[in-house]
């Protein structure tokens, strides 16, 4: 009997999941593109593409364009599409569709780290933060994810085995730890220091450069590089640990893997953005939607729709209040909240890997 999808039943986005992944990657450079001209300054379309080719007139919009727009754009793209790969990585680690990287720590460990050397000042990094002053945020977020992340990590291992269920508690007690951390480092805070603040707990794209997208390009790099190898092994572990055992996955050298590929690759995101909620939950979530669980197209679409997300919503940001701007990590929870209780509103009852 024909489905409502056609003869086969299934929808059109999973029969032709090549198609999805050609729209969604035309979407996401779209998206792109169109967020170079908006802001406190609007500039023209033709003006955009010049100044991306090289043939700019060297004034106002060519400045705004490869000084701050460009890096900014690349900052939000490849951050969010880091964030839902971690996302889908975080999702088949567990075996469970409301996982994201937040689960292992590392965007209020990341928060905690940045929030400390703020109020703290150098007391946390030492000397550090007197040889590296502009360093000293990034670096003290991306210790806080990865510290945080380990310990985590090791509260879950049980007889040399990593425990998803252990990590999930173990993940849930340390982030609320943090969180009281973050509040009470919060209320000593003078006003100066609470706008700092703001920044690193709510996310923000204001301060990118070309140095921040070296970063998370850096860790993006990384991704590209191993995830092709780690298809299979990720569609295995799908049917259970024992069964990824018996089909010769080695399980707990993969949780490893999918741990610290995570924590480095979140990790370098809440350095350079702060705390940017909801991507890395919504994006592999509606991606599986449309190209089901197979982790062949599965990733590399909610890697796009990532990207896709955090260029819009870092568009809006700087347009919404012109001239001032909205937080990023608000825009993302506003915009995948209400889309995630859709998709579970229209899906309840479904299993993971339906």
Same mark, same amino acid.
């Given at each position: 009997?024909?489905?409502?999808?056609?003869? @086969?039943?299934?929808? *059109?986005?999973? =029969?032709?999941?090549?198609?999805? *992944?050609?729209?969604?990657?035309?979407?996401?450079?779209?998206?792109?593109?169109?967020?170079?001209?908006?802001?406190?300054?609007?500039?023209?379309?033709?003006? %955009?593409?010049?100044?991306?080719?090289?043939?700019?007139?060297?004034?106002?919009? @060519?400045?705004?364009?490869?000084?701050?727009?460009?890096?900014?754009?690349?900052?939000? /793209?490849?951050?969010?599409?880091?964030?839902?790969?971690?996302?889908?990585?975080?999702?088949?680690?567990?075996?469970?569709?409301?996982?994201?990287?937040?689960?292992?720590?590392?965007?209020?460990?990341?928060?905690?780290?940045?929030?400390?050397?703020?109020?703290?000042?150098?007391?946390?990094?030492?000397?550090?933060?007197?040889?590296?002053?502009?360093?000293?945020?990034?670096?003290?977020?991306?210790?806080?994810? *990865?510290? /945080?992340?380990?310990?985590?990590?090791?509260?879950? =291992? =049980?007889?040399?085995?990593?425990?998803? /269920?252990?990590? *999930?508690? #173990?993940?849930?007690?340390?982030?609320?730890?943090?969180?009281?951390?973050?509040?009470? +480092?919060?209320?000593?805070?003078?006003?100066?220091?609470?706008?700092?603040?703001?920044?690193?707990?709510?996310?923000?794209? @204001?301060?990118?450069?070309?140095?921040? %997208?070296?970063?998370?390009?850096?860790?993006?790099?990384?991704?590209?590089?191993?995830?092709?190898?780690?298809?299979?092994?990720?569609?295995?572990?799908? !049917?259970?640990?024992?069964?990824?055992? &018996?089909?010769?996955?080695?399980?707990?050298? +993969?949780?490893?893997?999918?741990?610290?590929?995570?924590?480095?690759? #979140?990790?370098?995101?809440?350095?350079?953005?702060?705390?940017?909620?909801?991507?890395?939950?919504?994006?592999?979530?509606?991606?599986?939607?449309?190209?089901?669980?197979? &982790?062949?197209?599965? !990733?590399?679409?909610?890697?796009?729709?990532?990207?896709?997300?955090?260029? !819009?919503?870092?568009?809006?940001? =700087? /347009?919404? %209040?012109?001239?001032?701007? !909205?937080?990023?990590?608000?825009?993302?929870?506003l915009a995948g909240g209400p889309l995630f209780l859709w998709l579970l509103s229209r899906r309840r009852?479904?299993?993971?890997? #339906?």
């Amino acid at each position: 009997m024909s489905g409502p999808g056609g003869p @086969s039943g299934l929808p *059109l986005t999973r =029969r032709h999941p090549g198609i999805t *992944l050609a729209l969604a990657l035309v979407l996401a450079s779209v998206a792109c593109v169109a967020s170079l001209g908006v802001g406190a300054v609007a500039i023209p379309l033709p003006d %955009v593409v010049a100044a991306l080719l090289g043939q700019g007139d060297g004034g106002q919009s @060519s400045v705004i364009i490869e000084a701050v727009r460009l890096p900014r754009v690349l900052l939000a /793209t490849l951050a969010g599409g880091a964030l839902a790969a971690c996302g889908v990585l975080m999702q088949a680690f567990f075996r469970n569709p409301l996982a994201d990287p937040a689960l292992i720590g590392v965007a209020t460990g990341g928060a905690l780290g940045a929030v400390a050397v703020i109020v703290l000042g150098a007391t946390v990094l030492g000397g550090f933060t007197a040889l590296a002053p502009d360093l000293a945020l990034p670096v003290a977020a991306f210790l806080g994810s *990865l510290v /945080t992340t380990l310990v985590i990590y090791a509260l879950s =291992r =049980r007889d040399g085995t990593v425990d998803a /269920t252990g990590m *999930l508690l #173990a993940g849930v007690a340390v982030n609320a730890i943090c969180g009281a951390g973050i509040g009470l +480092l919060t209320f000593l805070a003078t006003d100066a220091q609470l706008r700092n603040l703001t920044f690193w707990t709510l996310g923000s794209l @204001s301060s990118a450069g070309w140095p921040q %997208v070296v970063v998370v390009a850096v860790a993006s790099a990384l991704l590209v590089l191993v995830l092709p190898f780690l298809v299979r092994p990720l569609n295995a572990l799908l !049917l259970g640990d024992a069964e990824a055992h &018996h089909l010769g996955v080695p399980v707990e050298a +993969l949780k490893i893997g999918l741990v610290v590929l995570t924590s480095i690759a #979140a990790g370098a995101v809440v350095a350079t953005c702060g705390v940017v909620g909801f991507v890395g939950l919504i994006a592999p979530h509606v991606a599986r939607l449309l190209v089901g669980p197979d &982790h062949r197209v599965q !990733l590399p679409l909610a890697a796009l729709l990532g990207a896709l997300l955090m260029a !819009l919503a870092d568009a809006l940001a =700087r /347009t919404a %209040v012109a001239p001032a701007e !909205l937080p990023l990590g608000v825009l993302t929870a506003l915009a995948g909240g209400p889309l995630f209780l859709w998709l579970l509103s229209r899906r309840r009852g479904a299993a993971f890997d #339906a």
